[in-house]
């Protein structure tokens, strides 16, 4: 399988994330309908930090053979986090589905399936087995 869509586009999603968590946090958490100060603010733009370090890892390893056991811990790494933050998503859907949360939902579920089948399927330089 080639991975260099799936770590162009997983890094220019968590990039567009970031830049938005770092630089404007104030207004994700007023949209949110939570108050902008303190800690919470802080948490934000450390988040975006974290998608900015995610994004810029993918964008690197983009041209390298990945799955297997070729750069399984940028695999690993992007298929926990994908997982993750899909189950928190569908536990969010439990208060009341919002557009937001379920085209969020979306999204990181297909990154997760994606990322899943590149960690445990055998890789290819060219796409064939």
Do not use: C
Not at 23 to 49: C, H, N, R, S, T
Not at 66 to 95: C, E, Q, W
Request: charged share 10%; net charge positive.
């Amino acid at each position: 399988m080639n991975t260099k869509m799936l770590m162009a586009s997983s890094a220019i999603f968590m990039a567009i994330l970031g830049l938005l968590a770092t630089f404007m946090p104030q207004e994700i958490l007023d949209y949110a309908g939570v108050k902008a100060e303190g800690i919470v603010l802080l948490i934000v733009q450390m988040a975006g930090a974290l998608y900015m370090g995610f994004a810029f890892l993918n964008w690197t390893a983009r041209s390298s053979l990945i799955g297997g056991i070729y750069n399984r811990p940028v695999a690993l790494g992007n298929f926990l986090h994908f997982t993750m933050v899909s189950l928190a998503l569908l536990k969010a859907l439990g208060d009341g589905p919002s557009a937001e949360i379920v085209v969020g939902a979306l999204l990181y579920f297909a990154f997760a399936i994606w990322f899943g089948v590149v960690l445990f399927k055998r890789p290819s330089r060219n796409g064939k087995k």
